[in-house]
């Protein structure tokens, strides 16, 4: 699990070269953040997802199973319910992603977003489509995650994720990365 901060981004329209390879490979552009996520998914495979950093509760984050039933709003606007053992990313206080599928409304990327959180990570790929079955959501990422990622591929991503927010939003790439890793 990798983390990159760029502070100070414009939320705006992506260039038109984005937009058009975008829409061929049938996406609908949304703006320069979340296009420069899939834009990267698409060039390098690797899924990725832009918080909205100052939407996070303690400037942390967590990974984590669901210890009972429950439900989260998705980026869609719809509730899910969850099952026990869904895999969860949250911040200090709430949940904001189910993990590997699809973000949360709660810390979405809004024109109002100056400060992006990029994330790039490896999810067990059975673990994604159990839930991804369970819920009845395929995404782009889950079906990339549920076939198998570079396992070694995350921080690559991230960078080159965070080059392109710094050329297209403006802003300014925060030094380092955090960066997470179970043992192999």
Same mark, same amino acid.
């Given at each position: 699990?990798?983390?990159?901060?760029?502070?100070?981004?414009?939320?705006?329209?992506?260039?038109?070269?984005?937009?058009?390879?975008?829409?061929?490979?049938?996406?609908?552009?949304?703006?320069?953040?979340?296009?420069?996520?899939?834009?990267?998914?698409?060039?390098?495979? @690797?899924?990725?997802?832009? +918080?909205?950093?100052?939407?996070?509760?303690?400037?942390?984050?967590?990974?984590?199973?669901?210890?009972?039933?429950?439900? +989260?709003?998705?980026?869609?606007?719809?509730?899910?319910?969850?099952?026990?053992?869904?895999?969860?990313?949250?911040? !200090?206080?709430?949940?904001?992603?189910?993990?590997?599928?699809?973000?949360?409304?709660?810390?979405?990327?809004?024109?109002?977003?100056?400060?992006?959180?990029?994330?790039? !990570?490896? +999810?067990?790929?059975?673990?994604?489509?159990?839930?991804?079955?369970?819920?009845?959501? @395929?995404?782009?990422?889950?079906?990339? +995650?549920?076939?198998?990622?570079?396992?070694?591929?995350? &921080?690559?991503?991230?960078?080159? &994720?965070?080059?392109?927010?710094?050329?297209?939003?403006?802003?300014?790439?925060?030094?380092?990365?955090?960066?997470?890793?179970?043992?192999?």
């Amino acid at each position: 699990y990798v983390g990159i901060l760029v502070r100070g981004v414009t939320i705006g329209p992506s260039p038109a070269w984005m937009q058009q390879r975008l829409v061929t490979a049938g996406l609908r552009p949304r703006n320069n953040v979340v296009d420069v996520t899939n834009y990267v998914m698409y060039e390098l495979g @690797q899924p990725l997802h832009a +918080f909205d950093f100052d939407s996070l509760a303690g400037n942390q984050i967590r990974v984590h199973q669901t210890d009972s039933e429950s439900t +989260f709003t998705t980026l869609d606007g719809r509730e899910r319910k969850l099952k026990p053992g869904t895999l969860m990313i949250a911040d !200090a206080v709430r949940d904001i992603a189910i993990a590997g599928i699809m973000g949360g409304e709660n810390s979405e990327v809004s024109d109002k977003t100056t400060n992006v959180l990029i994330e790039s !990570a490896y +999810f067990d790929p059975s673990q994604i489509r159990r839930t991804a079955k369970s819920l009845q959501l @395929q995404t782009d990422a889950s079906y990339r +995650f549920e076939r198998g990622i570079d396992p070694c591929g995350q &921080a690559r991503a991230a960078a080159r &994720a965070a080059e392109l927010l710094v050329t297209l939003a403006g802003g300014s790439l925060v030094d380092g990365m955090v960066a997470a890793r179970t043992s192999p």
